[in-house]
């Protein structure tokens, strides 16, 4: 049900997420959801892209210090209240939401979100229970 995210550590100095981007384009590499948050020493990338599993060993390549987690990838159900039908079951359930950002694309006419949540599992069932639709690997795709 997760799809793999990579967080990359950039310095918070003008050129580096240029530079990062580059690197991914000239290895045909492409973006699929991506957010960014700064300090003021440094910068955090989340990236969803096509290939995660190449673009981990270029960025091994280059030197870019990264993680990798599991997270999420939902349509916004696209009605009034559509983002509630999301996080407020999450809520309930006590599932902690650690951020949230879109994709670059969509599918259809629905926005889809990813979500870094505490526990991916209980996240999925219960969103699951509330007929909330998973895009899975399909995003690698779009």
């Known amino acids: 049900m997760t799809i793999k995210q990579i967080s990359v550590q950039l310095a918070n100095i003008p050129g580096q997420l240029a530079k990062l981007v580059d690197i991914l384009d000239k290895e045909d590499i492409s973006a699929k ?10 910068s955090v990338v989340r990236l969803v892209v096509n290939d ?55 599918i259809g006419k629905e926005t889809i979100l990813i979500l870094g949540v505490d526990d991916h599992e209980e996240a999925a069932a219960i969103l ?3 007929w909330i639709h998973f895009v899975g690997e399909q995003i690698y795709n779009l």
């Open 128 to 130: 699951k229970e509330h």
């Open 52 to 106: 995660p599993d190449r673009a981990e060993r270029v960025l091994e390549t280059f030197g870019f210090t990264f993680e990798v987690q599991p997270v999420l990838a939902v349509e916004v159900p696209c009605h009034p209240a559509g983002m509630n039908a999301i996080v407020k079951p999450l809520m309930d359930a006590e599932i902690n939401i650690h951020y949230i950002y879109t994709t670059i694309e969509r």
């Open 33 to 42: 959801a991506m957010s960014a948050a700064s300090t003021a020493e440094s």
